[in-house]
């Protein structure tokens, strides 16, 4: 091949990845406005169309670059939380905190716990990699919470519909923690104790909510003394919220949480700016939710995944119907909410993204030790947004939330 001919065929290769990429993202907004329309989670229909590209699918596009992921990955979500946290106010975080707080934390582990109980007795695994499925199941994700609540019309109080959206926020760091605690374990890389758990634990949180706290303050304080019109404002604050991300994880500390604090200290510290930064943030919290699940559904393969079926399904059952209620009653039952509110809480837990991300994070080492697990979670994650994500304004019918 010549070079005129390579650096043809190079720039045709570019070009067709534009026109690619460009028309995944057009009929993923279209495929979105559809699920409006007939009221499916809208989450789906990104996931859908990953997989209609994907291996299996029309355009047969094989993609398993599992570091690439993991960047992607990481980028989109923390956009997402740092959206989420630009829309909480101060004053909902402090009213709302601890009931959020516990299901964030002690709700994740429950979750988990019986969720990976469930799994080893029912797919005959090791407790260790169930607990491991059972944590990255655990987290409800921030995105799709927000918006079928907020579709729904839910008349729920306002108190309930904040602690249901800071949980989804803040129990990211949780669930990424307990992940790699026991796939430390399982991979028997030496004694792994409660002290040092305990102390890991309050270095990642600690570490993430100081960093968040003080670069968000950082970042509204460079905001408030820019020019109201200046463009550069939401510049400024997407890249500040990415360099707390990158810091946060380099230091050993948590990432997602640093993100999602820095963008509510930023919201609240620089409310002028709110007006230009929460359409902008908006806009980039889709496109990150359209990127991510794409690209997710392009690392599926359909074909694989009825073999794990009875296991998955089961789990998912025990996940929506056992584990979320009895985490949701025993947390917020103490903060003086209703039964009638904790089980509307229980039901609205949807997962996401987040769960099949982190069933990634294995196959970085070993692909083949990660199939199963990804698959799973797969299955899992789609089995909770078809489920309770269809069925959340008929959940607030049936409860006595009428619609406002």
């Known amino acids: 091949m010549t070079e005129a001919a390579l650096l043809h065929s190079l720039m045709r290769d570019a070009h067709e990845f534009i026109l690619l990429a460009g028309a995944l993202g057009v009929l993923s907004v279209l495929a979105g406005l559809v699920s ?10 990104f996931l859908a169309l990953g997989l209609l590209a994907g291996r299996d699918g029309i355009l047969g596009i094989q993609f398993t670059d599992y570091a690439t992921s993991y960047l992607v990955g990481s980028v989109a979500l923390a956009v997402i939380l740092l959206e989420g946290g630009l829309k909480t106010t101060v004053t909902e975080f402090r009213t709302v905190f601890w009931p959020a707080l516990a299901l964030a934390t002690i709700g994740v582990a429950v979750t988990a716990l019986i969720v990976g109980g469930a799994v080893t007795l029912i797919g005959d695994a090791p407790l260790t990699g169930a607990l491991i499925a059972g944590a ?3 987290p409800t994700d921030a995105a799709a919470v927000a918006v079928l609540l907020r579709r729904s019309g839910a008349a729920v109080s306002e108190k309930l519909l904040a602690t249901l959206e800071i949980e989804s926020g803040l129990n990211d760091p949780m669930s990424v923690f307990l992940t790699f605690t026991l796939l430390r374990i399982y991979a028997g890389q030496g004694t792994v104790t409660i002290p040092q758990v305990a ?10 909510a100081v960093i968040g706290l003080t670069a968000g303050w950082a970042l509204a304080y460079v905001l408030r003394r820019l020019p109201k019109e200046t463009a550069l404002a ?5 890249a500040g919220g990415l ?3 990158g810091l946060a994880q380099l230091v050993g500390a948590s990432g997602f949480l640093a993100t999602y604090l820095a963008g509510v200290m930023m919201g609240s510290g620089a409310p002028l700016m709110r007006d230009k930064l929460e359409p902008f943030f908006e806009g980039m919290g889709w496109l990150a939710q359209i990127v991510l699940f794409l690209m997710l559904g392009l690392m599926i393969t359909p074909h694989t995944l009825p073999q794990y079926f009875p296991v998955a399904i089961a789990g998912a059952a025990v996940l929506m119907l056992v584990a979320r209620p009895v985490a949701v009653f025993g947390c917020l039952l103490p903060f003086g909410f209703s039964l009638r509110e904790s089980a509307f809480a229980s039901w609205v837990g949807l997962r996401g993204a987040v769960p099949i991300y982190l069933s990634l994070i294995p196959a970085m080492v070993d692909p083949e030790r990660d199939a199963r697990l990804f698959a799973v979670i797969t299955i899992v994650v789609v089995a909770s947004l078809l489920v309770q994500g269809w069925t959340v304004a008929p959940a607030a019918r049936l409860l ?5």
Do not use: K, W
Not at 36 to 45: D, E, N, V
Not at 234 to 238: G, R
Not at 400 to 404: A, P
């Open 36 to 45: 409006q329309r007939i009221g499916a989670p809208i989450l789906l229909a």
């Open 136 to 138: 990255i199941a655990a």
């Open 199 to 208: 102390v890991n634990f309050l270095e990642e949180m600690f570490g993430g």
């Open 234 to 238: 939401t510049v400024l604050a997407l």
């Open 243 to 245: 360099c707390v991300f």
């Open 400 to 404: 006595g939330f009428r619609g406002r």
